[in-house]
């Protein structure tokens, strides 16, 4: 199997397991800001797919302006896991703002890639624009934060004895650090430290280590604390 279609079955393995824990319970907070993550995580794999095929800049641009929503989506759930709530209206504005320019320069011609001169076996070849690596910084300081946010209320739980809490969130930490440090290495510090482009396209792939651990707490840790989304799993699986 070739990496195009690793990504594509990535991408349904993520849509998958949102779904199924969106309509375990569609009026859950919790259940829809994750359901509505993983949806936002497909799209962007979804334009890594294609790109494969249709290898222009418009498709590489919606890729990475997608990307910039993931960390958006991702707060929404674990702020609720952790909750971890932000009440002042004008914090939350900030705090969502930067998310949606990047959207949006994202597209604007030159800003974040120049130029794409061919593709690779897992990647592309191209050059890129002043702003990426304002756009790389964005994502470091959010994945930093959401990783501090996960490890404080980690420790909380444990000097709680909510053992089972605690094992959630470890698993939770455990796969956002895998799949964020994969992806950055690849499609981000290797492009714009090395001048490498050859694994842009392994950060798709990279989001199984999410899948599987958020997977793995659902099945054996009760994550969501519903058991169809586990009998579900186990089925496909």
Not at 51 to 60: A, C, V, W
Not at 86 to 92: C, D, G, H, T, V
Not at 158 to 164: G, H, M, Q, R, V
Request: hydrophobic share 55%.
């Amino acid at each position: 199997m070739n990496i195009d279609w690793i990504i594509f079955f990535v991408g349904i393995a993520n849509l998958l397991i949102s779904w199924l824990v969106w309509r375990s319970n569609p009026k859950e907070k919790l259940n829809i800001f994750f359901g509505l993550f993983g949806f936002v995580t497909f799209l962007q794999i979804l334009f890594d797919f294609i790109f494969r095929f249709f290898p222009t800049l418009f498709i590489l641009r919606c890729s990475y302006a997608f990307a910039t929503l993931i960390p958006l989506t991702a707060s929404l759930w674990i702020f609720e896991i952790c909750n971890f709530h932000i009440k002042k209206k004008w914090l939350k504005f900030l705090f969502f703002l930067p998310g949606l320019i990047f959207f949006i320069i994202t597209f604007i011609d030159g800003l974040i890639v120049k130029k794409i001169n061919g593709l690779t076996i897992l990647g592309y070849q191209g050059v890129l624009g002043p702003l990426f690596s304002v756009y790389t910084l964005y994502f470091a300081i959010y994945v930093t934060f959401f990783v501090i946010l996960l490890y404080y209320n980690q420790k909380i739980s444990e000097k709680a004895s909510d053992f089972l809490r605690r094992t959630q969130l470890n698993y939770i930490l455990c796969g956002i650090i895998l799949y964020s440090g994969f992806a950055m290495i690849f499609s981000l510090i290797l492009p714009i430290f090395f001048n490498i482009y050859d694994f842009t396209l392994l950060d798709a792939p990279s989001f199984i280590f999410f899948v599987g651990f958020t997977g793995y707490a659902i099945t054996k840790h009760h994550l969501f604390n519903v058991r169809v989304i586990a009998s579900e799993l186990l089925t496909f699986a």
